[in-house]
Nanobody, 124 residues
Framework: QVQLVESGGGLVQAGGSLRLSCAASGRTFRAYAMGWFRQAPGKEREFVAAIRQNGINTYYADSVKGRFTISRDNAKNTVSLQMNSLKPDDTAAYFC?????????????????WGQGTQVTVSS
């Protein structure tokens, strides 16, 4: 059974930082690329960042490039998202997930099971 447990969200002022973490289980973690997605109220869930199994190759949405950094720990089955220079537009619930295999991860597809997410609110 797949379990995804996100944590680390909160309320922060614009320009501040947060670090999100995701504990994943139910699949062989090191065999899958992992991704972060976010969903703001009234909007579709959107891709934020992805990282390949090797922990080296990373992909970012244009809106977060240069501000967010994704990383993973294959020994602990965790994936993290360091978010700096936060903006009010970053306000959303953030979710992690395993990614379906693909040639690249600029527009990745996640599997169907999602966790509860963690809320990030950035005040202006």
């Amino acid at each position: 059974q797949v379990q995804l447990v996100e944590s680390g969200g909160g309320l922060v002022q614009a320009g501040g930082s947060l670090r999100l973490s995701c504990a994943a289980s139910g699949r062989t973690f090191r065999a899958y690329a992992m991704g972060w997605f976010r969903q703001a109220p009234g909007k579709e869930r959107e891709f934020v960042a992805a990282i390949r199994q090797n922990g080296i190759n990373t992909y970012y949405a244009d809106s977060v490039k240069g501000r967010f950094t994704i990383s993973r720990d294959n020994a602990k089955n965790t994936v993290s998202l360091q978010m700096n220079s936060l903006k009010p537009d970053d306000t959303a619930a953030y979710f992690c997930n395993y990614l379906r295999p693909a040639e690249d991860y600029y527009n990745p597809q996640a599997f169907d099971s999602w966790g509860q997410g963690t809320q990030v609110t950035v005040s202006s």
